[in-house]
Nanobody, 119 residues
Framework: QVQLVESGGGLVQPGGSLRLSCAAS????????MGWYRQAPGKQRELVATITGGSTNYADSVKGRFTISRDNAKNTVYLQMNSLKPEDTAVYYC??????????????WGQGTQVTVSS
C-alpha cells in the first residue's frame, strides 16, 4: 500500500498564493508520475498538473500561474499556486503512479485538501 498525504490548503484572497505538498509513504520501488487534480462542487475531477521525470504538463487554465515540482528523495510533490482566482476554488487531490515491486504497479490518491479563493 502506498499512502499519499496532502497539506497546505486553506482560504486565500484573490491574487494570493498557496503551496500544496503531497508526501508518499509505504512500500515504494519507484514512482513514475505524480500529479495534482481538482474537483469543484458540481463538476468532474480535472487535471491540474503532472510531473514525470523532468517533464511537466499543465491545464491551460493554470499555465503561468501554477508550478509543479518534485523531490524524489522525499517522494514528495509540490504545487505552487500564484495569482489565485475564485475559479481555482476546489478540493485538490494528489495522485502517484509507480511500482511497489519491479512486477507490481500502484496508483494512489490522497484524501484531498480544500483550497478556497475568496475575498
Amino acid at each position: 500500500q502506498v499512502q499519499l498525504v496532502e497539506s497546505g490548503g486553506g482560504l486565500v484572497q484573490p491574487g494570493g498564493s498557496l503551496r500544496l505538498s503531497c508526501a508518499a509513504s509505504g512500500t515504494i520501488f519507484r514512482i513514475n508520475a505524480m500529479g495534482w487534480y481538482r474537483q469543484a462542487p458540481g463538476k468532474q475531477r480535472e487535471l491540474v498538473a503532472t510531473i514525470t521525470g523532468g517533464s511537466t504538463n499543465y491545464a491551460d487554465s493554470v499555465k503561468g500561474r501554477f508550478t509543479i515540482s518534485r523531490d524524489n528523495a522525499k517522494n514528495t510533490v509540490y504545487l505552487q499556486m500564484n495569482s489565485l482566482k475564485p475559479e481555482d476554488t476546489a478540493v485538490y487531490y494528489c495522485n502517484a503512479d509507480g511500482w511497489v515491486t519491479p512486477f507490481r504497479s500502484f496508483s494512489s490518491w490522497g484524501q484531498g485538501t480544500q483550497v478556497t479563493v475568496s475575498s
